[in-house]
T-cell receptor, first 107, second 114 residues
Framework: GQSLEQPSEVTAVEGAIVQINCTYQTSGFYGLSWYQQHDGGAPTFLSYNALDGLEETGRFSSFLSRSDSYGYLLLQELQMKDSASYFCAVNDYKLSFGAGTTVTVRA | DGGITQSPKYLFRKEGQNVTLSCEQNLNHDAMYWYRQDPGQGLRLIYYSQIVNDFQKGDIAEGYSVSREKKESFPLTVTSAQKNPTAFYLC?????????????FGPGTRLTVL
């Protein structure tokens, strides 16, 4: 089976940088995905890492180290609209999600 | 517009009744998935289907059933055997293997059993 660990909550001010770590244990692994979910809404895809290294998409970046079974999502230049839950998910032809990290951005 | 639709958005049922949640996609995706989300929790996989007429149990399949008779449709039935069915149910689909492996989610159905 799979297990994923990520912090439950993070609070930061507008303009700050937040890093959400994710460690995983899995029997199969194709890659690590990140999803954002606003309260009451559906998750939306942010990024995917199949190989070690950093993937950058605008203000968001994601990193993967397969040897360490570790990844992180970096949120830069935080905005109020970034207040949401963020989930890491292991991809082994189906997704297994972590419990999520609630990010609260304060003015 | 391509996407995934789920209906209804809110659903109320009496305890002991079966209920079927609809999920339709026009993205021409082969794989479809059903997840359950409880307050403050992550998503847990109920069932998934990688191709028409085939589906597999996920992590919490007990008390649920599915069918995949058409590529576009993957309905989920919550049976009376499901002990605690009140939850937010999300359907998702995914295209072929690719560099992103992105799953697209529908808007969800919030089921409340009274």
């Amino acid at each position: 089976g799979q297990s994923l660990e990520q912090p439950s909550e993070v609070t930061a001010v507008e303009g700050a940088i937040v890093q959400i770590n994710c460690t995983y244990q899995t029997s199969g692994f194709y890659g690590l995905s990140w999803y954002q979910q606003h309260d009451g809404g559906a998750p939306t895809f942010l990024s995917y890492n199949a190989l070690d290294g950093l993937e950058e998409t605008g203000r968001f970046s994601s990193f993967l180290s397969r040897s360490d079974s570790y990844g992180y999502l970096l949120l830069q230049e935080l905005q109020m609209k970034d207040s949401a839950s963020y989930f890491c998910a292991v991809n082994d032809y189906k997704l297994s999600f972590g419990a999520g990290t609630t990010v609260t951005v304060r003015a | 517009d391509g996407g995934i639709t789920q209906s209804p958005k809110y659903l109320f049922r009496k305890e002991g009744q079966n209920v079927t949640l609809s999920c339709e996609q026009n993205l021409n995706h082969d794989a479809m998935y059903w997840y359950r989300q409880d307050p403050g929790q992550g998503l847990r996989l109920i069932y998934y289907s990688q191709i028409v007429n085939d589906f597999q149990k996920g992590d919490i399949a007990e008390g649920y059933s599915v069918s995949r008779e058409k590529k576009e449709s993957f309905p989920l039935t919550v049976t009376s055997a499901q002990k605690n069915p009140t939850a937010f149910y999300l359907c998702a689909s995914r295209g072929g293997t690719g560099s992103s492996d992105e799953q697209f989610f529908g808007p969800g159905t919030r089921l409340t059993v009274l």
